[in-house]
């Protein structure tokens, strides 16, 4: 049994947290959509006039032409929940339930709906791929940055918010949908906007921006249609833009009005220096919020659970839709934070609630902002509450809460950069230290578990740093009544394998397998009696939670069913709810990536031609010494080819892969440097599983 790099204060940590977490039972998956009326009668769509600078002058003059009937085999996209809605092609491919995090890579709005004219094309979008041949249609919701402006104007400062180097193609002009709403529509090359790839790509767009009416004392929201073709195929597509367009229906996003196809609800703006707002989670659906800054703020979030069973989890996304924070510490019932985050760009900012089990549950959002941070000294904790915060370099902040003679108390402290090596004291009500904890190394958390307290009173937690540097972190408290005795290390797990076992009083089992990104895998562990109620979770080689589950009763059998998506050691941790011994069975079953096809030897300075078969993978191993450094190339030759290049040590790891090019191009791997002497393998695929040709180049540096 090879040896564990992982204390047992991070065991405590885990389990503490396992320990307050319930998964609810038997949630329905989604809610059902309310779709729209199927009569979507056409109208009449803009023009397109003469190719022109995006500053030029706007026109919204051009008459509209009449657009011919759509086939009655055409299929719905969207739905009156989701904003809009509108007739595709019936071989185009809806994948608006593929846009896991709608916020994401979007700077003019939150994704709603999304469809492409094959899988091809919508898998490369989604994966951020370049896009360079096909075209798609996607539907935003945008927060008007300036209700007021004429819809033309802002149709224009939208686009060269998002798209900087967009070029007008033709002037503004006037659309109105199916269900009467007005809106303005512009065509441009390049971007590309909407859904990013990864790379400056020649396309075509026709944007329209619709301006739905909003209720009485709310606040307005856009819609924004994106119609989107490669330059070079968009005279093929350009008269079914014109039918999609025509038949689009707005129905407006209200705040509460689930978007995304049941995925997400968007429910509104966080207006003002404080704000707050009550909603409720439906099963297995997002909440969105919105909140606008002009200028440098600090700004701090609480998300409050209104019921035990939620397990709320919170995200920032910035003005350019990229992740600022996350806080889920694990717990159900409590309330999680942000503390005095600095946010200096301008723009539209996003925040997500999520419950980690998808449950139904009622929450409180609130939002502050100012000038100046509010917490940097630190300020009050609650039992149940997850706090992060950043201590600036040299800092010292305490956290204070009340408690009474006899309780136990559980405290984590969790650095959020591994230059940060955390410091926690505990002060009772005397002012006497009780605790010093500097237990971890600079990334570690401190754990504080199941103290019990003997007086009543206020109690300081003081956080700081061993060294002058300091670092964002979260700090928790918790009530911990009955701590996990013992941890017990349960051995290692392959494929295949059904090993029993027995879970002593307030005990936890950590069984340890090796995984590969792509294996698709299956962990259930079975009580082997009726009175063991399994907590499971697993846990990535960052000891970051990738899936827990405890959906049933007593005695019945819990199950993980997942894909992983990195190479290295997974954790199983496994646990009796109220810490009940018992037998149980656990099993772990996978379908491992497919094995490469040994293609043969490669030498540096050769250049080798070869192919991949469809949906397999090809390997050339080659000798190299620690130090070398390599350069390594791999051409497609077809255009429509898209490599995808893996590089893997002695150990049979994948250390580096490359998937950055579009199709058609050169994926490199350049000046990198070998650790490790032994036989290393170049493994090949093509990302959609197509047959494939290919040059391989492989040169040493030096």
């Excluded at 792509?518 to 009175?531: A, E, M, N, W």
Aim: include cysteine; charged fraction near 20%; glycine fraction near 10%.
């Amino acid at each position: 049994m090879q040896k564990r790099d992982l204390p047992l204060l991070v065991f405590g940590l885990l389990i503490t947290a396992v320990a307050a977490c319930r998964s609810p039972t038997d949630f329905p998956a989604s809610n059902d959509a309310t779709t729209l009326e199927p009569e979507l009668a056409e109208t009449g769509v803009a023009a397109r006039p003469t190719t022109a600078p995006l500053d030029e002058a706007i026109a919204t003059d051009t008459p509209t032409l009449p657009l011919p009937t759509p086939a009655d085999d055409r299929q719905t996209l969207g739905s009156d929940r989701a904003g809009l809605a509108l007739l595709i092609p019936p071989g185009w491919v809806n994948l608006s339930d593929q846009l896991d995090i709608p916020a994401m890579d979007n700077r003019l709005g939150i994704n709603l709906v999304f469809a492409a004219d094959s899988e091809r094309t919508g898998r490369s979008l989604l994966a951020g791929k370049a896009f360079s041949a096909g075209a798609y249609v996607a539907g935003l919701v945008v927060t008007p940055t300036d209700p007021a402006a004429d819809p033309a104007t802002a149709l224009i400062d939208l686009i060269t918010a998002a798209a900087p180097t967009a070029v007008r193609l033709t002037s503004v002009a006037p659309v109105t949908s199916a269900n009467d709403v007005s809106g303005v529509a512009v065509e441009v090359a390049d971007g590309p906007i909407g859904l990013n790839a990864a790379a400056p790509n020649d396309l075509r767009t026709r944007v329209v921006l619709f301006t739905p009416p909003a209720a009485d004392g709310e606040a307005p929201s856009w819609i924004v249609l994106l119609l989107s073709a490669s330059t070079d195929r968009w005279s093929q597509f350009a008269a079914e833009f014109d039918r999609m367009l025509a038949s689009t229906r707005v129905a407006g996003v209200r705040p509460g009005v689930a978007a995304q196809e049941g995925n997400v609800v968007v429910r509104g703006q966080l207006a003002g220096e404080r704000a707050e707002a009550a909603a409720t989670l439906e099963p297995a659906v997002n909440d969105l919020w919105t909140f606008t800054i002009d200028d440098s703020r600090y700004v701090s979030l609480f998300l409050s659970a209104d019921e035990p069973p939620l397990d709320p989890a919170l995200t920032l996304l910035g003005p350019d839709r990229r992740p600022i924070a996350r806080v889920d510490n694990g717990y159900a019932g409590v309330t999680e934070s942000i503390t005095d985050l600095w946010l200096t760009q301008p723009g539209v900012y996003i925040v997500e609630v999520s419950d980690f089990y998808g449950a139904p549950g009622g929450y409180t959002l609130s939002l502050s902002q100012s000038a100046q941070p509010q917490y940097s000294g630190g300020g009050p904790l609650g039992f149940g509450q997850a706090l992060q915060g950043v201590l600036p370099p040299g800092g010292r902040q305490q956290w204070v809460f009340e408690a009474t003679a006899g309780q136990r108390v559980s405290i984590v402290v969790e650095p959020g950069a591994t230059n940060f090596d955390a410091v926690l004291d505990l002060y009772g009500p005397d002012g006497q230290r009780l605790v010093a904890l500097d237990e971890g190394f600079s990334g570690d958390p401190e754990v504080l578990s199941a103290f019990q307290l003997a007086a009543t009173g206020e109690y300081a937690v003081l956080v700081h740093s061993f060294s002058p540097q300091g670092g964002p972190y979260t700090i928790s408290l918790d009530e911990g009544d009955q701590p996990i005795a013992n941890f017990y290390d349960a051995g290692d797990l392959a494929y295949g394998d059904v090993r029993p076992e027995s879970l002593q009083p307030n005990e936890a089992h950590a069984w340890f397998f090796q995984g590969q990104g792509g294996d698709h895998i299956l962990v259930r562990v079975t009580p082997l009696g009726p009175g063991l109620d399994p907590d499971v979770w697993l846990l990535d080689a960052n000891l970051e939670r990738v899936a827990a589950v405890d959906a049933f009763a007593a005695g019945e059998p819990e199950t993980i069913e997942l894909t992983l998506t990195a190479d290295g050691q997974y954790l199983v941790l496994v646990r009796d709810f109220a810490g009940q011994p018992g037998d149980y069975e656990i099993a772990l079953g996978a379908a491992p990536i497919a094995t490469p096809e040994n293609a043969g030897a490669l030498n540096y300075g050769d250049s080798l031609i070869g192919a991949i078969k469809p949906d397999t993978a090809v390997a050339w191993s080659f000798n190299a010494q620690a130090g070398d450094v390599i350069d390594l190339t791999a051409t497609p030759g077809e255009s429509s080819s898209d490599l995808v290049v893996q590089l893997q040590g002695p150990d049979g790891l994948t250390v580096l892969a490359v998937d950055d090019a579009s199709a058609g191009m050169a994926e490199s791997i350049r000046a990198f440097i070998v650790p490790t002497a032994g036989a290393w393998r170049v493994v090949l695929r093509e990302y959609f599983g197509q047959t494939a040709s290919y040059r391989l180049a492989l040169a040493r540096a030096r």
